[in-house]
């Protein structure tokens, strides 16, 4: 398998009055309470015209990373691409973003079908989920495989500043004939999005406003 190239509207105060926490300047700051529902309001997703850095760890070091937002139409259904760009590096990740919540779709490499769920709203933060389906690689016939899923909250301190996040980690295996496994986890915080995000081959990390 390919290694993966991967990656919630009220206000940031807002969302953290209801979930018992202050801003993310404030010192003193709290994670979601355990059972924090996810409502699509919090916004754990972002604007496409709000454009974020990011700095992304690889092997050959730390880069800053510019992002955009496109909107595509793969297989007949909506998917948006998020695109990260270095220089001449690039890095591709879909999700499709829907009223029902935040899934992900895969890469310009592996994709997965049906796309993987991170955040589906009417839940609550603590739980735990599997997924079946499919690894799509370019050139190689569809493979079975499956992941595991689990949230909690996460206090996550930043260059860029202090955090209340969902934190949620998928462990995705190969069928038993590949042995093949990736792990990654995704850091969403209300009002704005993924801040952080540990994919197969890199880490991207949100930079501060300039």
């Avoid at 801003?23 to 454009?51: D, V, Y």
């Avoid at 092997?59 to 955009?68: D, H, I």
């Avoid at 709203?121 to 016939?141: A, D, I, L, Q």
């Avoid at 206090?155 to 792990?183: F, H, N, Q």
Wanted: aromatic share 10%; with cysteine; glycine share 10%.
């Amino acid at each position: 398998m390919h290694r993966l190239l991967l990656l919630f509207g009220l206000p940031l105060c807002a969302i953290a009055v209801v979930a018992g926490c202050s801003c993310a300047s404030k010192a003193g700051n709290q994670p979601p309470k355990p059972g924090f529902k996810l409502e699509k309001t919090a916004g754990f997703w972002p604007r496409p015209s709000k454009a974020e850095a990011f700095d992304v760890e690889l092997g050959s070091g730390t880069l800053p990373f510019a992002s955009e937002q496109q909107r595509l139409t793969e297989r007949g259904k909506p998917v948006i691409l998020l695109r990260l760009s270095a220089q001449n590096e690039f890095l591709n990740e879909k999700f499709v973003v829907n009223d029902a919540g935040i899934y992900f779709v895969g890469t310009d490499i592996d994709q997965f079908s049906p796309p993987i769920p991170l955040v589906e709203y009417g839940n609550r933060v603590g739980g735990k989920w599997t997924w079946h389906g499919f690894n799509e690689t370019k050139g190689v016939p569809p493979i079975p495989a499956t992941a595991e899923i689990s949230s909690e909250e996460e206090l996550l301190r930043l260059p860029s500043g202090t955090y209340s996040t969902v934190k949620v980690a998928v462990a995705i295996s190969l069928d038993s004939r590949t042995g093949a496994a990736d792990e990654m986890a995704f850091w969403f915080s209300p009002g704005s999005g993924i801040v952080r995000a540990k994919l197969p081959g890199y880490t991207r990390t949100i930079r501060p406003a300039k």
